[in-house]
């Protein structure tokens, strides 16, 4: 069970877990835009599930769905522009990986975008200084559902991330296993008694 992180209610430092008493759990995707982006976005429809996604700037495409996805009611956050740990830059290159990820996001979507996830979870004074000097709302998690990992099967995605306490962040990617693993994850944490952030709701974070 992974549910062994920190618990964070501090905006300022990132939000690890749902704050209030909700009593939700939210689903994230990780390092798309890509391939799978329109498969997982039909899954969360089909079960009215609200996915937050937090894409690199440098994947950014046209042609990937990301009007099906905004109109279907989830949210994309940004991932910085490229994956690189952000706590091994200078300030004026963090200045550039969170500016240029949010302001491309932007162009492409025509919305102001407010959530930043940092690549790795890496995070530092400068880059929590920078994030909020951009008004970006900065997202952690507490699960990990370990779906980065090539070891891990859907099976064993599930196993992990359908212990997700309430109020819980999970962790996951924009990856073929991922698309396996989704329904039956979802499916699991409603048997375990998990109500997952339906479409129509707002992400709770102020
Ligand atoms: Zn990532």
């Given at each position: 069970?992974?549910?062994?992180?920190?618990?964070?209610?501090?905006?300022?430092?990132?939000?690890?877990?749902?704050?209030?008493?909700?009593?939700?759990?939210?689903?994230?995707?990780?390092?798309?835009?890509?391939?799978q982006?329109?498969d997982i976005?039909?899954?969360?429809?089909?079960?009215?599930?609200?996915?937050?996604?937090?894409?690199?700037?440098?994947?950014?495409?046209?042609?990937?769905?990301?009007?099906?996805?905004?109109?279907?009611?989830?949210?994309?956050?940004?991932?910085?522009?490229?994956?690189?740990?952000?706590?091994?830059?200078?300030?004026?290159?963090?200045?550039?990986?969170?500016?240029?990820?949010?302001?491309?996001?932007?162009?492409?979507?025509?919305?102001?975008?407010?959530?930043?996830?940092?690549?790795?979870?890496?995070?530092?004074?400068?880059?929590?200084?920078?994030?909020?000097?951009?008004?970006?709302?900065?997202?952690?998690?507490?699960?990990?559902?370990?779906?980065?990992?090539?070891?891990?099967?859907?099976?064993?995605?599930?196993?992990?991330?359908?212990?997700?306490?309430?109020?819980?962040?999970?962790?996951?990617?924009?990856?073929k296993?991922t698309v396996q693993?989704l329904?039956?994850?979802?499916?699991?944490?409603?048997?375990?008694?998990?109500?997952?952030?339906?479409?129509?709701?707002?992400?709770?974070?102020?």
């Amino acid at each position: 069970m992974s549910d062994g992180v920190e618990v964070n209610f501090n905006s300022n430092e990132g939000w690890s877990r749902l704050p209030g008493k909700t009593g939700c759990v939210l689903l994230t995707f990780d390092d798309g835009p890509g391939r799978q982006t329109a498969d997982i976005v039909s899954i969360l429809n089909h079960y009215d599930v609200k996915g937050l996604f937090f894409w690199q700037g440098h994947l950014l495409h046209h042609k990937r769905p990301f009007q099906n996805l905004l109109q279907s009611g989830h949210e994309i956050g940004t991932h910085a522009h490229q994956h690189v740990d952000l706590t091994r830059l200078k300030p004026e290159h963090v200045r550039y990986q969170l500016f240029t990820g949010k302001r491309e996001l932007e162009r492409l979507t025509g919305q102001k975008i407010s959530y930043f996830r940092p690549p790795y979870g890496k995070i530092n004074t400068t880059v929590r200084t920078v994030a909020s000097e951009l008004e970006l709302t900065t997202v952690l998690w507490n699960i990990s559902s370990y779906d980065w990992d090539p070891h891990m099967t859907a099976e064993t995605i599930v196993e992990r991330a359908a212990n997700a306490g309430t109020n819980s962040i999970v962790l996951l990617h924009e990856r073929k296993v991922t698309v396996q693993a989704l329904p039956r994850l979802i499916e699991s944490l409603r048997a375990n008694g998990r109500h997952l952030l339906s479409r129509s709701d707002r992400l709770p974070f102020s």
